[in-house]
């Protein structure tokens, strides 16, 4: 089992900056990748970035240039750095993780941190 915890969301202004974090907790945790998905308000969640564990990144279009994820692997922490935040931002951000426990992968989530950019 891999528990995630998400912390770092909040109100923000337009244009400015927020960063994410997730912890990932367990036992022999073998986690590959880590990222971000975001729901806003009666849409679905969407992708926005992910990193394995080699440091290979990919975001999605809306994130390109303004968001950088990184990941401290002997914390097993995975951050999301959020610049010239619009309000097309606001959505409740799920941090997840892919473990290959026992040889399967399993994806695991957290509970979400909301962020809310005013305009």
């Known amino acids: 089992q891999v528990q995630l915890v998400e912390s770092g969301g909040g109100l923000v202004q337009a244009g400015g900056s927020l960063r994410l974090s997730c912890v990932a907790s367990g036992s022999s945790l073998s986690i590959d990748a880590m990222g971000w998905y975001r729901q806003a308000p009666g849409k679905q969640r969407d992708f926005v970035a992910q990193?394995?564990?080699?440091?290979?990144?990919n975001y999605a279009d809306s994130a390109k240039g303004r968001f950088t994820i990184s990941r401290d692997n002997a914390k097993n922490t995975v951050y999301l750095q959020m610049n010239y935040l619009k309000p097309e931002d606001t959505a409740d951000y799920y941090c997840?993780?892919?473990?290959w426990g026992q040889g399967l992968a399993r994806a695991y989530w957290g509970q979400g941190t909301q962020v809310t950019v005013s305009s």
């Open positions: 997840y993780a892919r473990d």
């Open positions: 990193i394995f564990s080699g440091g290979t990144s």
